[in-house]
């Protein structure tokens, strides 16, 4: 390819948020074998980008700075590294770069093992915005043996802090599922809630929310946990007798109780989960966006040279849906 170098937004040490990301010009990764570089079109900022600079998994991510973050990604493949096959230039794909990252940048080397082709359907932003959170919101239902055709059996799900990237694909697949969907977020994201299909929703400043008490008077088989806010105390009460809460932001109290709760053969279960993006479910996923049975709620947009805004805004925790960094060619 001709540009040799390329913008990119990195960080040089832990902490700083938003204030310590700098624009830098720098080389054009190369794509070694089984890898592909990627022309970015479009990067989704998680909650796990953030903490990482925070620290949360120090020091082992990142393994060396100057660091780029963001590890979803969509784009257009423009080489392929020794031993690729079933890829080519030109091609459009999504893809998770792992804990390497690159995404905040021109042009990014992913790895073909969880790389899956969107179709002409899909757009590149609907595709980024997959891999960690409709990933994650997959696999927290199927600890309730969920499936994802309708036949599966009715249960009861309740979906904390529902209007947040893991959230609103939740609803979505939980409903694919036939699941009874109750949902908290707060008031002004009520109306989304309830159109992307949940049956019921709890303002969670209310009372009412506050309490999760299902308006039906139901108890849930599983919770799938969006929020650190809100603890084991609250959710076991409205719990089934078999019921399991299904933890996305796991915390060293939340192994602990876990692991309580394995020694006294407890029947309410707290499961810790950290998503693991793997090709299958993510290729799943895409065919689910492209068959229009699953939607990618966006919350903003903003270019790569304006990152450290949608940065920003990612760590304020009031984003509905998603954010999305975009290949600006400037």
Request: charged letters at 20%; hydrophobic letters at 40%.
């Amino acid at each position: 390819m001709a540009a040799r170098t390329m913008r990119a937004v990195q960080y040089a040490g832990y902490g700083g948020g938003a204030a310590a990301l700098q624009h830098v010009e720098i080389q054009v990764p190369s794509p070694k074998k089984d890898e592909v570089l990627l022309r970015v079109e479009a990067a989704s900022i998680n909650p796990a980008d953030w903490k990482v600079q925070k620290g949360m998994m120090r020091p082992f991510v990142p393994s060396k700075f100057p660091f780029v973050p963001v590890s979803d990604v969509a784009g257009e493949v423009v080489e392929v590294g020794p031993g690729v096959d079933g890829f080519k230039p030109g091609d459009k794909v999504v893809t998770w770069l792992g804990f390497k990252a690159g995404g905040l940048a021109e042009y990014a080397v992913a790895p073909v093992n969880i790389a899956v082709h969107i179709p002409p359907e899909v757009s590149a932003a609907d595709a980024a915005g997959l891999p960690i959170a409709a990933c994650s919101a997959l696999q927290a239902l199927r600890h309730a043996t969920t499936k994802f055709d309708g036949t599966g059996d009715p249960a009861n799900v309740l979906i904390t802090a529902a209007s947040g990237g893991l959230g609103t694909f939740a609803i979505q697949l939980a409903k694919l599922g036939n699941l009874h969907v109750t949902a908290t977020c707060g008031a002004r994201n009520m109306e989304l809630v309830r159109s992307l299909g949940a049956d019921e929703v709890l303002d969670y400043k209310t009372p009412e929310g506050k309490s999760l008490k299902s308006p039906s008077g139901r108890k849930y088989d599983i919770v799938v946990h969006c929020t650190s806010s809100v603890g084991w105390s609250s959710l076991e009460p409205n719990l089934a007798a078999h019921g399991k809460v299904v933890d996305l932001n796991p915390s060293p109290g939340g192994f602990l109780r876990s692991a309580l709760q394995q020694l006294t053969c407890s029947n309410k279960k707290l499961v810790l989960l950290i998503a693991k993006v793997n090709k299958e479910d993510l290729q799943f996923l895409v065919e689910l966006v492209k068959g229009g049975k699953l939607r990618t709620v966006i919350d903003s947009r903003y270019a790569l040279g304006k990152a450290e805004e949608a940065w920003a805004k990612s760590m304020e925790g009031h984003a509905t849906g998603k954010i999305i960094v975009e290949r600006d060619d400037k």
